[in-house]
């Protein structure tokens, strides 16, 4: 049984940081592309940051550029995603995301497994 299973998720002062964990098992690990998407009530799932396999390359959405890191510990089955510099408009829930194939990493269709989500609030 696939799980993700993300942690870390808290309310903290806008410019405050969160490190967000995605705890993963059941799934070769290393075989996928790992993927932080989040979600704010009443929009849709947006894309925030993915990794490859080896870890060795990144992507982020403009929106958190420069202030979040995605990293992956591929002997831990857990990638990372410490955020700096938050704001409120970063409220939403996180979802961690796994992809076998990666093609379209932006797209959450494309994503294989999903977490249950960790609650970020930014208050202002």
């Known amino acids: 049984q696939v799980q993700l299973v993300e942690s870390g998720g808290g309310l903290v002062q806008a410019g405050g940081s969160l490190r967000l964990s995605c705890a993963a098992s059941g799934l070769t690990f290393s075989n996928y592309r790992m993927a932080w998407f989040r979600q704010a009530p009443g929009k849709e799932r947006e894309f925030v940051a993915a990794i490859s396999r080896s870890g060795i390359t990144t992507y982020y959405a403009d929106s958190v550029k420069g202030r979040f890191t995605i990293s992956r510990d591929n002997a831990e089955n857990t990638v990372y995603l410490p955020m700096g510099s938050l704001k409120p408009e970063d409220t939403a829930v996180y979802f961690c995301?796994?992809?076998?194939?990666?093609?379209?990493?932006?797209?959450?269709?494309?994503?294989?497994?999903w977490g249950q989500g960790t609650q970020v609030t930014v208050s202002s």
């Open positions: 995301a796994a992809d076998s194939a990666p093609v379209h990493y932006t797209s959450p269709r494309e994503y294989d497994y």
